[in-house]
Structure formats: C-alpha cells, structure tokens
C-alpha cells in the first residue's frame, strides 16, 4: 500500500521534537524553513514527503544512522555538515550527540515546482522531471553560509521581506543544482539583452511599491524571465541584485521623507516596508553611517 505523501506544513506532527521557529507567518511561496533548537537524541521513520527536505546541522557533532532505498548509513555529522532527502522517499533517522550543547538543526522545505523554476534558468538539456539524489553528511561551506542567513531572517521575524528570503533560497537551489551531477549547470548571462523599456518598467514597479513586500517571481514575469535568471539581468544591468535595488531606493526614498516631512522616524520605516524602527535604523546607518535622527537634524540646519 503506497503511503500518502506528507504536506511541508503537516511536518511537525511526525517528529518527536518542538519546531522552535518557522518561517509559516511570513507567506513565503515555494519554500519553508523551521528552527529545532534544544532536542534530544531520537529516531523517526518519515513517509515519503511530497517536497525536498534540507538539513543542515548548526551545532553540536551528531552521530547519525539513516535508511532509504533500502541502504543503510552511519555517519558522524559535523557542525555544518547537510543532508538532502528527496521528495516521494521514505527514510529513517536515529541520532545521538557527541559532546556537550544545545543542539540546533535548521530544516529547508523545497517544493519541486520551485526547484524546477530555479532549474529552468539553469540547467542545460533539461530533463522531464528534476529529482535531487538523497545525500547524508555532505559539506559545502557556500550552502552553509546560504542557510545561516536565512535562518537569521527567520530568527529576526523576516525583517528583510520576501525579495530576500526568495533570493537566498534560489541560490541554495542553485548550489544543490550545481553539485547534482549529471546535470550541468549553466551559469552563462542570458544571449540577449533586456529592452531599456522592459528594466525600466521593473524599476517604475518598485519605486511605487517600496512599502510592499516585493518577490522576485513577480518582478521577472514583467520581464518574462524566472527569479534566478531575472537575478542575473538585473545584476548585469544595475551592478547590484535586485534585493540591494530596493534597499537603496527605500534610503533614498528616506532620506527625502526625512528631510522634506514631519513624519516620525517609526512612520517612515512603515512607510518604506521596513520591519520596524530598529530595523530601519540600524539599515539606514549601515548604508549612509548615520542613523536617521542625526540625518534629519543635519539636514535642516
């Protein structure tokens, strides 16, 4: 009897552990990202999932012993060192730490819609249907540095918006991507160029949507391109990811708010889809090297 595929969201009632943190209030399209801090050691047995499962282990060495497709492992598992279950495997987990700490693993749920998307813009002599080989204890310290920062967003209640979060997660699919063989990856810049009225209708878009939580999928269908190569256009025809765009635009867009209104400095980090005056603040220093009350009473005098 063939077991029904477990839902990203259904997750946390198969494993014998709290999820700390996730990612389920930001509304985050494609992609879901859960915080397990403080577990003991355990074992599971999962059904086969309906999307591609990511962990990276964050702290603590980890022995692991890990089935599926009916081969058996065993693996130490160092900090910083993930494990790829693909969608539609069962598998099963047992684990035990190897020293002293507070262990915390990070999990990426990746549905294979968005995976294709990504694959779409990367991949040469695309295959039918894109399937991840299941890995346990693998180490890149590129996909490392990836899963960190996004696990920082999520441990700062995803200050930096959806364009962000969406822009770390096609990069961690396009290393996942790249390491897959036997596909080839290709990294190339798009043969042709974008019209001058195509980027500045991408441009026109964001600049009256600065208070909105914008998303990569939506800025490259203006352009009919895909997230991951819209990335690459955007970049080759600014100098900067679309991310770092729209965050000096919202600086820029402050400073004229700060100068030119009385609008409180937490009525402009509102204004301006920052999380808060904190985020604002500490953003708008590390862009300009002073934080916005300095810059308004400067800009008055």
Partial sequence: ???????????????????TRSSERFGWNGFRVEIVRGHKAGELSLPPLDHHLLNLIVSVPTLHAHRWDGLVREETAQEGAASLVPAGRESYWRWQY?????????HLHLDP???RRVAVMNLDNLPQAIEFRGDLCFYNSHLRALCESLMEEVEHEGM???????????????????????????????????SEGALRLVCDYIEANLSGDLHLDSLGQMMGLGPDRFGEVFRSAFG?????????????????LLHSTSLTITEIAVQ????????????????TEV???????ESLR
Wanted: aromatic share 14%.
């Fill in 291 to 297: 934080t916005p009350s300095r810059f308004r009473r």
């Fill in 272 to 287: 301006l889809g920052f999380a808060d005056h904190a985020h604002f603040t500490s953003t708008f220093r590390r862009l």
């Fill in 113 to 115: 819609t968005f995976v």
């Fill in 1 to 19: 009897m063939q077991l029904r595929s477990v839902r990203s969201q259904d997750f946390a009632q198969y494993v014998p552990y709290h999820l």
């Fill in 98 to 106: 190897l020293q002293a700490g507070t262990p915390c693993d990070f």
């Fill in 240 to 256: 900067v990811s679309p991310y770092r765009y729209v965050l000096r635009r919202r600086i820029d867009r402050a400073r004229v």
């Fill in 160 to 194: 930096h918006g959806t364009l962000y979060a969406e822009s770390i997660v096609t990069a961690i699919v396009t290393v996942l991507l790249k390491a897959q063989e036997p596909w080839r990856a290709s990294f190339a810049p798009p043969e042709s160029h974008p």
